[in-house]
């Protein structure tokens, strides 16, 4: 999953280890931007679009069944 629980507050180097593990070697600056984009569009604070995200298999959030 990428979520971490409130509970299991993850420290900066457990942050980085999953930086790493997940950006593309060499396209950090695409790959965060990516990001930005994808939650402006999908991921939204107030009104995700769960139904249609790529990701909601490993998303903790999105597992919930969440199919507005």
């Known amino acids: 999953t990428l979520a971490?629980?409130?509970?299991?507050?993850?420290?900066?180097?457990?942050?980085?280890?999953?930086?790493?593990?997940?950006?593309?070697?060499?396209r950090s600056g695409d790959f965060t931007h990516a990001l930005i984009d994808f939650g402006a569009a999908v991921c939204t604070a107030t009104d995700p679009n769960c139904a249609d995200c790529a990701v909601r298999d490993c998303c903790e959030y999105g597992g919930n069944e969440r199919d507005e």
Do not use: C, V
């Open 4 to 26: 971490f629980r409130t509970e299991d507050e993850p420290s900066t180097s457990d942050l980085y280890a999953l930086a790493e593990r997940i950006a593309p070697e060499g």
